[in-house]
C-alpha cells in the first residue's frame, strides 16, 4: 500500500461558532474548501494545525470534512511537526504570534513549504509580514498581481514561486436571486469603525444621494437613520440574501485591506461595485470585473454609485471568464502537491 502523503496547514484562529465542538473552526471560504476536497483523496493525509484556548488534540471536523490538530501554542505546533513532519507544509497568514517560528518551520524537512498571505505589503512592512526566512520558502501564495509584485520589488522573492490565487465564492451559494429590494448599498464590515475600513466615506456618500446602505458585521456609536447594521457576522447563507436584497457593493476600505472575497461573492450576485482607488486589492479585483473606482472621498464615491446603479453589467460571466470559480485555489494547491510547478 502507498503511504499516504502528508500535508498540512497551519491556520490562523477564527472566531466561527460550530455546533460539533466548543470553539471555533476556520471559517469556510475557498481555501478551506480546497483543503475538503483534498481531504477527500484517499493519497493524502491532511490536517489543520491550529491554536486554540477551547480544545486541545485531534477533532474530525464532519461538517467541514476535515481533520483538525488543535493546540494551545504556537510552540506546540512547531515540536509537533519535528516529530511527524509533513510533505508539504502551507503557513496561512499571520500578522502575530505565528510569525515568531518561521525561522523554525523552514528548518523542517517538508518536501515543499508554501506561505499563503492575503496580506497587503505595507509601505514599511519588513517587520510585520516579510523576513529574510521567507526568502528560504518554496512558495508564496497571495491573492493579486499587487502583492506579487511588491514581493518581487520589495524583497527580491523570485518571480517563479509567487502564484497569484485569490480566494473565490461558492457560485452555488452566491447568484442572482428575485428579492425585494431593502437597500441602495451594502458594505459588508467586520469591525465596524476601524481606520482601515474607512465606513464613514460610504455613509456619508450615501447621505449625499439619500440612499440606503446596510452593514452586516460593523457596530458605529452614531446613528445614522440611513444606515441599517447587524452587529454579527452573516452566515455565507444569510449574507446571499443579503446581497440580493441590495442593490449596489460598496467597499472603501484602504490599503490596509486584504483583498476580500466578499467582491467575489457580489460579483456572482451580479450586484455593481464600488471601491476606493487607494487599496491595491480592492482594485485589482474590481478592474477586472468590470467594477466601478472611486476617489477615496464621499462625493466622488457617490458619484461612482450614482453609475453603478444606472448599468447593468454580467459580473457573473466575467468570474467565468477570468477562471474565478470555487475550484481556483483547489487547482493551484493541486498543482503544486502534482509537481506542476517545480
Given at each position: 500500500?502507498?503511504?499516504?502523503?502528508?500535508?498540512?496547514?497551519?491556520?490562523?484562529?477564527?472566531?466561527?461558532?460550530?455546533?460539533?465542538?466548543?470553539?471555533?473552526?476556520?471559517?469556510?471560504?475557498?481555501?478551506?474548501?480546497?483543503?475538503?476536497?483534498?481531504?477527500?483523496?484517499?493519497?493524502?493525509?491532511?490536517?489543520?494545525?491550529?491554536?486554540?484556548?477551547?480544545?486541545?488534540?485531534?477533532?474530525?471536523?464532519?461538517?467541514?470534512?476535515?481533520n483538525y490538530v488543535f493546540f494551545k501554542t504556537a510552540e506546540e505546533i512547531a515540536n509537533f511537526m519535528k516529530n511527524d513532519q509533513p510533505d508539504f507544509l502551507f503557513l496561512n497568514?499571520?500578522?502575530?504570534?505565528?510569525?515568531?517560528?518561521?525561522?523554525?518551520?523552514?528548518?523542517?524537512?517538508?518536501?515543499?513549504?508554501?506561505?499563503?498571505?492575503?496580506?497587503?505589503?505595507?509601505?514599511?512592512?519588513?517587520?510585520?509580514?516579510?523576513?529574510?526566512?521567507?526568502?528560504?520558502?518554496?512558495?508564496?501564495?497571495?491573492?493579486?498581481?499587487?502583492?506579487?509584485?511588491?514581493?518581487?520589488?520589495?524583497?527580491?522573492?523570485?518571480?517563479?514561486?509567487?502564484?497569484?490565487?485569490?480566494?473565490?465564492?461558492?457560485?452555488?451559494?452566491?447568484?442572482?436571486?428575485?428579492?425585494?429590494?431593502?437597500?441602495?448599498?451594502?458594505?459588508?464590515?467586520?469591525?465596524?469603525?476601524?481606520?482601515?475600513?474607512?465606513?464613514?466615506?460610504?455613509?456619508?456618500?450615501?447621505?449625499?444621494?439619500?440612499?440606503?446602505?446596510?452593514?452586516?458585521?460593523?457596530?458605529?456609536?452614531?446613528?445614522?437613520?440611513?444606515?441599517?447594521?447587524?452587529?454579527?457576522?452573516?452566515?455565507?447563507?444569510?449574507?446571499?440574501?443579503?446581497?440580493?436584497?441590495?442593490?449596489?457593493?460598496?467597499?472603501?476600505?484602504?490599503?490596509?485591506?486584504?483583498?476580500?472575497?466578499?467582491?467575489?461573492?457580489?460579483?456572482?450576485?451580479?450586484?455593481?461595485?464600488?471601491?476606493?482607488?487607494?487599496?491595491?486589492?480592492?482594485?485589482?479585483?474590481?478592474?477586472?470585473?468590470?467594477?466601478?473606482?472611486?476617489?477615496?472621498?464621499?462625493?466622488?464615491?457617490?458619484?461612482?454609485?450614482?453609475?453603478?446603479?444606472?448599468?447593468?453589467?454580467?459580473?457573473?460571466?466575467?468570474?467565468?471568464?477570468?477562471?474565478?470559480?470555487?475550484?481556483?485555489?483547489?487547482?493551484?494547491?493541486?498543482?503544486?502537491?502534482?509537481?506542476?510547478?517545480?
Amino acid at each position: 500500500m502507498n503511504k499516504k502523503i502528508k500535508v498540512y496547514f497551519i491556520w490562523h484562529w477564527q472566531k466561527k461558532t460550530s455546533e460539533e465542538l466548543k470553539g471555533a473552526f476556520a471559517a469556510f471560504d475557498s481555501m478551506i474548501h480546497a483543503i475538503a476536497l483534498l481531504s477527500k483523496d484517499p493519497g493524502y493525509s491532511v490536517k489543520i494545525l491550529t491554536v486554540s484556548n477551547a480544545n486541545h488534540g485531534p477533532f474530525e471536523s464532519v461538517e467541514q470534512g476535515i481533520n483538525y490538530v488543535f493546540f494551545k501554542t504556537a510552540e506546540e505546533i512547531a515540536n509537533f511537526m519535528k516529530n511527524d513532519q509533513p510533505d508539504f507544509l502551507f503557513l496561512n497568514h499571520h500578522s502575530r504570534g505565528y510569525r515568531k517560528f518561521i525561522k523554525e518551520l523552514v528548518k523542517l524537512k517538508a518536501k515543499k513549504t508554501i506561505y499563503y498571505s492575503a496580506s497587503i505589503i505595507y509601505k514599511n512592512p519588513f517587520k510585520q509580514y516579510v523576513t529574510k526566512h521567507h526568502k528560504k520558502l518554496d512558495f508564496h501564495m497571495v491573492h493579486h498581481e499587487y502583492q506579487k509584485q511588491q514581493l518581487i520589488d520589495k524583497f527580491k522573492i523570485d518571480s517563479s514561486k509567487i502564484i497569484i490565487a485569490p480566494k473565490t465564492a461558492d457560485l452555488d451559494l452566491f447568484k442572482e436571486m428575485k428579492m425585494e429590494k431593502k437597500w441602495d448599498c451594502i458594505y459588508p464590515c467586520r469591525g465596524g469603525e476601524r481606520s482601515c475600513k474607512r465606513p464613514m466615506i460610504a455613509i456619508n456618500a450615501c447621505k449625499i444621494l439619500s440612499k440606503s446602505i446596510c452593514f452586516p458585521g460593523a457596530k458605529f456609536k452614531g446613528n445614522y437613520p440611513w444606515v441599517t447594521t447587524f452587529e454579527k457576522w452573516q452566515t455565507p447563507e444569510d449574507l446571499s440574501v443579503l446581497y440580493n436584497q441590495s442593490r449596489c457593493l460598496v467597499i472603501t476600505s484602504n490599503y490596509k485591506e486584504m483583498g476580500p472575497r466578499v467582491i467575489m461573492e457580489a460579483a456572482a450576485c451580479n450586484l455593481p461595485i464600488v471601491c476606493c482607488s487607494d487599496s491595491p486589492a480592492n482594485v485589482s479585483h474590481v478592474t477586472k470585473l468590470g467594477g466601478f473606482i472611486a476617489e477615496p472621498n464621499p462625493e466622488d464615491v457617490a458619484r461612482k454609485i450614482q453609475l453603478a446603479l444606472k448599468t447593468k453589467v454580467d459580473y457573473r460571466s466575467h468570474l467565468n471568464e477570468l477562471g474565478l470559480d470555487y475550484e481556483l485555489v483547489y487547482r493551484k494547491v493541486k498543482d503544486i502537491l502534482d509537481g506542476e510547478i517545480n
